[in-house]
């Protein structure tokens, strides 16, 4: 059946995996939502076309949801998260789509559980209200974030305060098969899928991973919370974003990050990728210099 699938957050980590996921399914035109059109150019190709989308915006939501079948929903870590995920559901329902696919995150059920998760869970309530059809994607901590928000330092550590807590951290690409799936396929409506890798780790076993894929001398330094949160103050994050990093850095510490689920091989066929082939396949993005 053709269709056409609305990606937004296309040039992030998750968008940009779902993007080349469905661009490998036959009758899909993938419209990838962007900001700037040499952005897009990377993810372009035969079935998949670009539109200038603002959360910022409305009137690029309005004509970005025009004629799309399907949308996967994305919000960015904006404090304002719910506010922007409201215009898109709304435009969205207006334009008649027919299914929206939200990425949330794991414990966003969890009352009152934390910031970011009640922020998702915000978000999933207006969509769960607007009656459209609808599929929440509940991740575990991206074993991305180890390249994007904490690889490691010069001196070759990770410095984290997540002392011996254990994580179910999942690859972006397992996310983005699922999200391909459930974009494609009938079935899963009214449904929230709780995604995990297929073991929880410690940080520094995490490290050891990095290090051995790398061939660098990695290792994993316990950072008292205090000083955590002071190291994020002085790289100019702001103080929300810092309470909210908080928050979820004492979930996976307190070994609250641990369940996993069998939810990605039973959507996508596959087992999801352990954090080793994780590090093997990424291994360029701790040798090579930004
Ligand atoms: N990291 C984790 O461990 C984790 C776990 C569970 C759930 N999550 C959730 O995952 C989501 C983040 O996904 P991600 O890591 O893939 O994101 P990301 O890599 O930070 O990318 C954010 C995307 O949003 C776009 N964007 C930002 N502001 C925008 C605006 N005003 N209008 C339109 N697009 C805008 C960015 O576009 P530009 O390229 O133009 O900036 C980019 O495509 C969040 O909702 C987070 O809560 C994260």
């Not at 719910?82 to 995150?105: E, F, M, P, T």
């Not at 922020?119 to 309530?125: D, F, G, Q």
């Not at 391909?180 to 929230?192: F, I, M, Y």
């Not at 297929?198 to 050891?208: F, G």
């Amino acid at each position: 059946m053709a269709s056409t699938i609305l990606v937004t957050g296309a040039t992030g980590t998750i968008g940009s995996e779902v993007v080349k996921a469905l661009a490998a399914k036959p009758g899909v035109t993938v419209r990838v939502a962007v900001r700037s059109a040499a952005k897009a150019e990377k993810l372009l190709g035969a079935n998949v076309v670009p539109v200038d989308f603002d959360y910022e915006k409305p009137d690029t939501i309005a004509a970005a949801v025009k004629g799309a079948d399907r949308v996967f929903l994305l919000t960015p870590f904006a404090q304002n998260q719910v506010d922007l995920g409201k215009l898109l559901i709304d435009a969205s329902k207006a334009a008649g789509v027919k299914h929206i696919v939200k990425l949330s995150a794991v414990g966003a059920d969890i009352e009152p559980g934390i910031q970011l998760g009640r922020w998702h869970r915000a978000i999933e309530k207006l969509i769960e209200a607007s009656g459209v059809a609808y599929t929440f994607l509940r991740p575990a901590n991206f074993m991305d974030n180890f390249i994007h928000y904490y690889p490691p330092a010069a001196d070759g550590n990770i410095y984290l305060p997540l002392g011996t807590g254990a994580c179910s951290y999942i690859d972006s690409r397992d996310i983005a098969a699922v999200a391909a799936a459930v974009l494609t396929e009938d079935g899963h409506s009214g449904k929230a899928y709780v995604l995990t890798g297929p073991a929880a780790l410690t940080t520094a076993e995490a490290a050891s991973a990095i290090g051995k894929a790398s061939g660098r001398d990695i290792h994993y330094v316990d950072v008292p919370e205090a000083a955590a949160s002071k190291g994020m103050l002085e790289m100019q994050m702001p103080g929300w974003m810092v309470d909210a990093m908080m928050e979820l850095h004492g979930i996976v510490k307190a070994g609250y990050a641990s369940a996993t689920t069998q939810l990605v091989e039973q959507l996508t066929g596959h087992a999801p990728r352990t954090f080793a082939d994780f590090a093997r396949d990424r291994a360029a993005a701790w040798t090579t210099k930004s």
